[in-house]
């Protein structure tokens, strides 16, 4: 069983709705929860970073982590057809005086229809 | 600010060829990260240099290696190439040892698409 579960989609969604991704993962570690999105043929760019449990907005996004139920989601509201991308989510547990450790999901494929 | 970069954009190797992938950030960041994406693989970590003249192992290191050239420069290396390392790499860098999200947050670069034949 992979660290981090994430389903790949595809996720169709029409112009406006409110879309919800999700991740869960099994390593009770975890403290730092980061979104990325990929758009096609491009490089992962940093979406939304949040800290243990607890909710982030930022705009339409808000980023929201359960630690209980080792979940976390990425909201989207007033979907827009540029948000059509892959979404990874990525996860760490911070060890003081070392580089990063991000495990990601395989990231979910989202379709926004005008 | 550029912020990560990589050369070439695109590779076509024959099997047994060897290449360099070149990756420079601009951020004044201690760590970088050299990483493969596969279809339903995800994102799967090579090697990683948490600050310069530092070096590791990640998740698949085998077939390639590393030189951290200096603060900057980060590149990776295929000796002999293989039909099994055609993927897409990507380079990345974060802030280094200095704690919290500093340290957590990498930024990526655009990635360099290979195909060994």
């Known amino acids: 069983q992979k660290e981090v579960e994430q389903d790949p989609g595809p996720l169709s969604v029409p112009e406006g709705a409110i879309v919800s991704l999700n991740c869960t993962y099994s390593?009770?570690?975890?403290?730092?929860f980061m979104w990325y999105r990929q758009y096609s043929r491009k490089g992962p760019e940093l979406l939304m970073y949040?800290?243990?449990?607890g909710n982030k907005e930022d705009g339409r996004f808000t980023a929201q982590v359960d630690k209980s139920s080792k979940y976390i989601s990425l909201f989207i509201r007033d979907s827009q057809p540029s948000d059509s991308a892959t979404y990874l989510c990525?996860?760490?547990?911070?060890?003081?005086?070392?580089?990063?450790?991000?495990?990601f999901g395989t990231g979910t494929r989202l379709q926004v229809t005008l | 600010n550029a912020g990560v970069t990589q050369t070439p954009k695109f590779q076509v190797l024959k099997t047994g060829q060897s290449m360099t992938l070149q990756c420079a950030q601009d951020?004044?960041?201690?760590?970088m990260y050299w990483y493969r994406q596969d279809p339903g693989m995800g994102l799967r970590l090579i090697y990683y240099?948490?600050?310069?003249?530092?070096?590791d192992k990640g998740e698949v290191p085998n077939g390639y290696n590393v030189s951290r050239l200096n603060k900057r420069e980060f590149s990776l290396r295929l000796e002999s190439a293989a039909p099994s390392q055609t993927s897409v790499y990507f380079c990345?860098?974060?802030?280094?040892?200095?704690?919290?999200?500093?340290?957590?947050?990498?930024?990526f670069g655009p990635g360099t698409r290979l195909l060994v034949l």
């Open positions: 990345a860098s974060s802030g280094g040892a200095s704690g919290g999200w500093t340290q957590e947050t990498q930024y």
């Open positions: 390593n009770s570690a975890f403290q730092y």
């Open positions: 949040t800290y243990s449990s």
């Open positions: 990525a996860m760490s547990a911070f060890d003081t005086g070392t580089a990063s450790k991000l495990t």
């Open positions: 951020m004044n960041h201690n760590s």
């Open positions: 240099s948490a600050s310069e003249g530092t070096t």
